[in-house]
């Protein structure tokens, strides 16, 4: 994996060099660089590369790469059918090998091993239809300077630019005056003092709702994130089309045969996905939480390749207590680490790992209100120095087979759904009531679900199930809001977004597959992935989601619903499916998440900064939110009359990230 930016348009050549050198974290290994002036300043492109050297460590592998004479390695001449193809890539295609054997089987020669020549091949036989035929992770930008009527829907000049179906691999992009530009990070734009630091209202709303923006939005008015499966073609510094080449498969009928039979299966795919994800000519380790996940992962490779060894990375807090009302993860590592007979490294998260935080939304370019990232990071940052440049992670699971106690509160709905709209609104603002500190003491975790439950009890069902990814309601948020911000807001609709996206699959009509779908598209994409990604290249790691494999996914789309949830056990036929290769105490253990004591730390170790960046000196400057209603949050919160520890951190996150990437001239790095 590795960092790319680009522009298409009437750009000055030498901001390509100010936008690779903001993501150098993310490639070590080396930086291309080069700028195509196919004729008039309104087509001139720009192509940057960073390189994390992971397949073919030689310099073969360089970028951008155009195609290559397969015996001597130098650049297609003028003449060459192929010449006149420029590619900037990020990721990894795993089924390149597939795909090359079919492409030689044709006529194709190759110079190197690489899967970015293997695209570039492709690409030049199947144009944009190309991307239909991958299986992998990627973001990439491809100029296309041949001569017209070669491919579909390209002309000469023209830059296609996509992104992998599930999202894995982040892309930015700004259309601006000048033209468009484009990169792996948001600090590649904003370091070509091209992009305006305007604020978009909207997308401030929606973190203070999610904890995260929904594609494509993000904090800044003027830079998008490009949605997972989608790709643009960019002509003379604009963008000309915008489609998308990859959707998740539901609305499907679903798979014949019995659990035993689907369980068997999904084994099978598990395993065939964690083999194509350990092809590297680096060290291949993992997380290992002690999840049910990670521990499949683990599982597989040892399956697949049982003279190796992998060494995992789990995170234990001091004393090994319960987080927030979770039950401790690392005892249940330490087991699947011995079951497996694998290395296992542990990283002791101490009190003060908080002070972590501005330098992990430096590196998340958005400003996320989780801690969790920051053991992503520090995992990250101990695998690099232990030389172990790829790890797979179990992100995907819960998202595709159904782990979250929403999945299982989604179900429940069938017992109370049909009530009247009179007494399911009674439901609604008696559990409002109650999360607002109705009930008196609100730290037991069960009080938290369960009034965060029903408190929507009253919308209609696609906005109800919307509703079960807002960590705050509409009237709370608006508390907080100056006049101002409320009049900015006014009219944006909390759940459109979500919205929008299940109008995609009119065809799917099971409830519990249509919130599986908002999950990928949304809460995984736009929150866990993000931060999968960046923690990792920010310590020039790769790591690799063996759980979201396309043929897995297309597989999994298919499972029927009661094979995911099963009452209360949720990814029943994934748990199922494991029981051959994990301890059983193992795969049944309590649900729990990769997290911080985040409310501990808000009254403690944040306060310092929470007082700063929540003070009234501070609200006042930003003008967004009410100083005298968050000081009052504060003090429920503190009181534990209401629980608002995510909803003040992430007022916290935003004003630490606008000081970071709006005030400061450049993306400020904090200190470590």
């Known amino acids: 994996m590795c960092g790319i930016a680009g522009f298409a348009g009437s750009f000055d050549p030498a901001v390509l060099g100010t936008m690779i050198s903001c993501v150098a974290h993310r490639g070590p290994d080396g930086e291309g660089r080069r ?342 990071l520090l995992i990250s940052e101990q695998a690099r120095a232990d030389g172990t440049r790829v790890l797979l992670s179990g992100a995907g699971g819960d998202d595709l087979l159904s782990g979250y106690r929403r999945h299982y509160a989604l179900g429940l709905e069938r017992t109370w759904s049909w009530l009247p709209g009179l007494l399911r609104g009674g439901l609604a603002a008696g559990a409002r009531w109650a999360g607002q500190g109705g009930l008196g003491m609100m730290d037991r975790p069960a009080l938290r679900r369960g009034a965060k439950a029903f408190a929507y009890a009253d919308l209609d069902a696609d906005r109800r199930m919307a509703s079960y990814w807002w960590w705050t309601g509409e009237a709370v948020r608006r508390t907080l809001y100056t006049p101002a911000f409320a009049e900015a807001t006014r009219g944006v609709d909390t759940a459109g977004p979500l919205l929008q996206s299940l109008a995609r699959i009119p065809g799917e009509t099971d409830p519990l597959n249509r919130m599986l779908y908002l999950e990928a598209k949304h809460f995984l994409a736009d929150h866990n992935l993000n931060y999968t990604d960046k923690t990792g290249m920010a310590a020039g790691v790769e790591t690799r989601v063996p759980l979201l494999d396309r043929e897995l996914v297309d597989f999994a789309t298919r499972i029927p619903s009661a094979y995911k949830q099963r009452g209360r056990v949720g990814k029943a036929i994934f748990k199922q499916s494991m029981e051959p290769f994990l301890p059983h105490d193992v795969i049944y253990r309590p649900k729990t998440g990769f997290g911080a004591p985040l409310r501990g730390w808000l009254h403690g170790e944040l306060r310092e900064l929470r007082e700063d960046t929540l003070g009234a000196a501070s609200l006042s400057r930003r003008g967004w939110f009410e100083p005298r209603a968050v000081a009052r949050l504060v003090e429920q919160d503190r009181r534990g009359e209401v629980d608002a520890a995510y909803t003040l951190f992430a007022m916290m996150c935003i004003e630490l990230w606008c000081r970071m990437f709006v005030d400061a001239p450049l993306p400020a790095r904090a200190a470590a």
């Open 35 to 376: 700028v195509l002036e196919p004729g008039g300043e309104r087509r001139r492109v720009g192509l940057a590369h960073r390189r994390l050297s992971i397949i073919d460590l030689s310099q073969d592998g360089a970028q951008p790469m155009g195609v290559r004479c397969p015996c001597c390695g130098s650049d297609a001449r003028e003449g060459d059918p192929h010449a006149g193809l420029w590619l900037t890539y990020n990721g990894e295609i795993y089924n390149f090998a597939e795909l090359r054997r079919e492409l030689e089987g044709r006529g194709h020669r190759f110079s190197s091993r690489t899967d970015s020549e293997v695209l570039l091949h492709l690409y030049a036989e199947q144009g944009p239809a190309m991307l239909g035929r991958l299986n992998g992770i990627f973001a990439l930008a491809l100029y296309d300077g041949r001569p017209a009527g070669q491919r579909e829907g390209m002309l000469p000049g023209d830059v296609l630019v996509a992104r992998d179906g599930m999202g894995v691999k982040p892309l930015y992009y700004a259309a601006l005056p000048e033209g468009v530009l484009f990169g792996s990070e948001i600090k590649s734009l904003l370091a070509t003092g091209r992009v305006p630091r305007d604020l978009d209202p909207e997308a401030i709303h929606y973190h203070l709702a999610y904890l995260w923006a929904p594609s494509p939005h993000t904090v800044l008015a003027g830079v998008r994130k490009l949605r997972p499966g989608y790709a643009l073609v960019l002509r003379e510094g604009a963008i000309a089309r915008e489609w998308c080449h990859y959707d998740l498969p539901y609305g499907r009928a679903p798979l014949a045969g019995s659990r035993e039979e689907v369980a068997a299966e999904l084994a099978r795919q598990v395993e065939a996905a964690v083999d194509r994800q350990m092809v590297a000519d680096v060290p291949v380790g993992a997380f290992l939480s002690g999840g049910l996940d990670s521990s499949a992962v683990v599982a597989m490779m040892r399956r697949v390749r049982p003279d190796y060894r992998p060494r995992c990375y789990s995170i234990g807090f001091r004393g090994d207590e319960d987080v927030e009302g979770n039950p401790a993860d690392l005892p249940y590592a330490r087991r699947v680490a011995a079951h497996l007979d694998v290395d296992l490294c542990v990283l002791e998260i101490e009190p003060d790992a908080i002070r972590h935080l501005e330098r992990m939304l430096y590196h998340l370019d958005e400003p996320q209100a989780d801690p969790a990232p920051i053991n992503a």
